[in-house]
T-cell receptor, first 109, second 117 residues
Framework: AQRVTQPEKLLSVFKGAPVELKCNYS??????LFWYVQYSRQRLQLLLR??SRESIKGFTADLNKGETSFHLKKPFAQEEDSAMYYC???????????FGKGTLLTVNP | NAGVTQTPKFQVLKTGQSMTLQCAQD?????MSWYRQDPGMGLRLIHY???????DQGEVPNGYNVSRSTTEDFPLRLLSAAPSQTSVYFC????????????????FGSGTRLTVV
């Protein structure tokens, strides 16, 4: 079974502060991890995936297999980063995505 | 391209009524799926399809039926609506099994907000 845990339902930071959205997973094989973002009244969209090791909109995420984590980080939060963030996992040849419960990030001015 | 189109955007049903949520994509994607989004529950997979004529159950399939007669369309049917099915429903698609893991990821529709009273 594959499981994704996002321990924080809500996260509030001030503009310019660092932000870290936590994601832990459970999967016996080699997982592929993703972050999806949903801005207010918009559809979900892919933010980044671990395999590409890219930085999107200043966000990065590193897969830590030892700690089974895939935390999303940004050094300086912006107000436009306010959104719901979902961590998602796909296991091996299984193309189905399992989503966490999401973290609502609010960046205050 | 329109991407993934869901209709209707909003719907109110009475308990026991049936209805179909429509999902259409114009990207020739093989893989399509339905999720429901509930506060504090994240997105949960209802049903999915890997191609025309092939469907399978996800995490929470009870009370829902799907069919995939064409590549483009993947309707979700509520047979007898219940208040527990009040939710926001999202359809998502991907061009292939590997596409779901690619830089394209899933393409989501804008959602259908369903209320069952």
């Amino acid at each position: 079974a594959q499981r994704v845990t996002q321990p924080e339902k809500l996260l509030s930071v001030f503009k310019g502060a660092p932000v870290e959205l936590k994601c832990n997973y459970s999967y016996s094989g080699s997982p592929e991890l993703f972050w999806y973002v949903q801005y207010s009244r918009q559809r979900l969209q892919l933010l980044l995936r671990h395999i590409s090791r890219e930085s999107i909109k200043g966000f990065t995420a590193d897969l830590n297999k030892g700690e089974t984590s895939f935390h999303l980080k940004k050094p300086f939060a912006q107000e436009e980063d306010s959104a719901m963030y979902y961590c998602a996992l796909s296991g091996g040849s299984n193309y189905k995505l399992t989503f966490g419960k999401g973290t609502l990030l609010t960046v205050n001015p | 391209n329109a991407g993934v189109t869901q209709t209707p955007k909003f719907q109110v049903l009475k308990t026991g009524q049936s209805m179909t949520l429509q999902c259409a994509q114009d990207m020739n994607h093989e893989y399509m799926s339905w999720y429901r989004q509930d506060p504090g529950m994240g997105l949960r997979l209802i049903h999915y399809s890997v191609g025309a004529g092939i469907t399978d159950q996800g995490e929470v399939p009870n009370g829902y039926n799907v069919s995939r007669s064409t590549t483009e369309d993947f309707p979700l049917r509520l047979l007898s609506a219940a208040p527990s099915q009040t939710s926001v429903y999202f359809c998502a698609s991907s061009y292939s099994r590997q596409g779901a893991k690619s830089s394209y990821g899933y393409t989501f529709g804008s959602g259908t907000r369903l209320t069952v009273v």
